[in-house]
């Protein structure tokens, strides 16, 4: 696989956490449960995939550094869409 293929592969990570997030979350609402489940759950893929990632001893082809950076802002930004939704809602 050429560099340029893989550097694509590997920014695409976050956005299929994200989709499978999506998909795997139930289909109706649960009594009480959190706002935005997918979201929810989103993030908290995206943080077992961090942790996985820091700890993991290969660097991927030199691809461990952008794949890490790619999660955490994928990560940063549901958290502000989170934070603007509460800020919406509450009113």
């Not at 691809?63 to 955490?72: D, I, M, Q, T, V």
Request: proline content about 9%; hydrophobic content about 45%; charged content about 15%.
């Amino acid at each position: 696989m050429n560099r340029r293929r893989f550097r694509a592969v590997w920014a695409t990570i976050p956005l299929l956490i994200l989709a499978l997030g999506c998909a795997s979350a139930p289909p109706g609402p649960a009594p009480q449960a959190a706002p935005y489940p997918r979201i929810q759950a989103s993030i908290a893929a995206l943080q077992e995939t961090i942790a996985y990632l820091e700890q993991a001893p290969d660097n991927f082809g030199g691809h461990k550094a952008s794949a890490l950076e790619s999660c955490r802002s994928a990560l940063q930004e549901l958290r502000a869409a989170l934070a603007y939704r509460a800020t919406q809602d509450n009113h």
